[in-house]
């Protein structure tokens, strides 16, 4: 049996063959699948096995059963909605608090305003959803998808609905993807502390273990390696460990728990290191971060030059202001836009499975300086 990974179930192995002979247009609209005694036989898997596929792509919508007739691929969905979802998993768990939160999150709001801008020329409405329900999938033409991969398969979305991944990578997940360029932007960062006569670089990373943080680790290692600096482990720190619930099932606070990893790092070590350098996972850890670097008597950027990243507005107006990887989050929401309604209007088969690296740009101000 194809695509046997990861000592998946049959079932789901078998589901995946036939999703992908659909998409593929191996399967068309209206094409008979085999009984049931024939994939047993030709798989050599029990009827249940069969069941549970046909059921499962059935929820899907990829396929209809007709009483006496048979198993047919479905017919895709033709009458569109004019509404587009998109899905914001972990910002806040009921439709108030996520419009609050899209208001008041630089971040997520210049996300959606670039998807907006794509959304109104094409005179269609936003339904802002957390974890959608089959009954929101059925309203809307497509998602927008601004969560971590691996939650997407628990939400049952439609084969055939047009979707695209945003900021997040899509890792092994067969979804149109736009993320910006996580590698180039540590490795920007650490060539610009390079640049000040630094070499004992720190790294507070989101986490040890989500996808962008693992390549803005590469990033670093090879900004290092470029200078002839070596490797150190012992500078790298992590807002969030694998000991932590993941995905996490509420808002991360950044400068909170930025700020109690970097007091952790104080308290256990941190002048050992000689490091008076320090990139951190956002602009809001960043600002944790400066916190309790003043708490503890140390300046920015005297004693440690700190860049953020992502380059939301809040940046410009700290101080010492704050040297950032600029993201660009507007840009992303557009292309992420654009990207699905060309799936909508090609079809679900039409343009294939694009994925979409957008640069990123280093925005020096205050809170670097040349190593002393």
Same mark, same amino acid.
């Given at each position: 049996? /194809?695509?046997?990974?990861?000592? %998946?179930?049959?079932?789901r192995v078998l589901a995946n063959e036939f999703r992908e002979k659909i998409s593929q247009g191996e399967l068309m609209p209206g094409d008979k699948l085999p009984s049931f005694a024939e994939i047993c036989e030709q798989y050599e898997v029990? *009827? ?8 499962? &792509? ?8 007709? %009483? ?17 979802? !998109?899905?914001? +998993?972990? !910002? ?9 939160? *899209? ?9 959606? &305003? ?49 979707? *695209?991944?945003? !900021?997040?990578?899509? %890792? ?5 993807? @736009? ?45 290092? /390696? ?12 992590? @807002? ?11 808002? !991360? ?12 790092? &104080? ?11 320090? +990139? ?6 960043? +600002? ?7 708490n503890n008597g140390l300046n920015v950027p005297h004693d440690v030059s700190v860049v953020g990243f992502d380059g939301t507005e809040i940046g410009e107006h700290l101080t010492p202001a704050l040297t950032t990887i600029k993201i660009p ?23 294939? +499975? ?9 925005? *020096? ?8």
């Amino acid at each position: 049996m /194809k695509n046997l990974t990861r000592n %998946q179930p049959k079932y789901r192995v078998l589901a995946n063959e036939f999703r992908e002979k659909i998409s593929q247009g191996e399967l068309m609209p209206g094409d008979k699948l085999p009984s049931f005694a024939e994939i047993c036989e030709q798989y050599e898997v029990a *009827v249940t096995t069969v069941n549970q596929v046909y059921t499962l &792509l059935e929820q899907e919508g990829l396929i209809e059963r007709q %009483q006496g007739r048979g198993t047919f691929v479905a017919q895709p969905k033709n009458v569109l909605e004019g509404t587009i979802g !998109v899905v914001l +998993i972990g !910002v806040m768990h009921d439709d108030i608090n996520i419009r609050n939160s *899209v208001r008041n999150n630089d971040y997520t709001r210049d996300l959606i &305003l670039g998807i907006q801008s794509v959304i109104h020329e094409h005179n269609s409405r936003v339904l802002l959803l957390d974890k959608p329900t089959r009954d929101d999938l059925a309203k809307v033409d497509g998602l927008l998808l601004f969560c971590h991969s691996i939650d997407i398969p628990e939400m049952g979305i439609p084969a055939l609905l047009p979707k *695209v991944l945003i !900021v997040f990578p899509a %890792q092994d997940l067969n979804v149109a993807n @736009v993320v910006a360029d996580d590698y180039g932007a540590a490795k920007l960062a650490t060539e610009h502390l390079i640049s000040l006569g630094h070499r004992r670089i720190s790294y507070l990373l989101a986490s040890d273990h989500d996808p962008y943080s693992g390549e803005r680790l590469k990033g670093y290692q090879a900004a290092l /390696k470029q200078a002839g600096i070596p490797f150190d482990e012992k500078l790298l720190g992590y @807002v969030r460990h694998t000991s932590c619930e993941y995905p996490v099932d509420r808002e !991360v606070n950044y400068f909170q728990e930025a700020g109690n990893a970097m007091q952790n790092w &104080l308290d256990s070590g941190w002048k050992e290191l000689n490091s008076k350098a320090l +990139i951190t996972a956002n602009d809001t850890s960043a +600002i944790g971060v400066m916190k309790v670097l003043a708490n503890n008597g140390l300046n920015v950027p005297h004693d440690v030059s700190v860049v953020g990243f992502d380059g939301t507005e809040i940046g410009e107006h700290l101080t010492p202001a704050l040297t950032t990887i600029k993201i660009p989050l507007k840009e992303i929401g557009m292309r992420g836009a654009e990207l699905l309604y060309e799936q909508i209007q090609n079809g679900s088969r039409g343009g294939g +499975i694009e994925r979409v690296t957008l640069p990123v740009q280093l925005v *020096v101000r205050e809170s670097t300086t040349a190593f002393v």
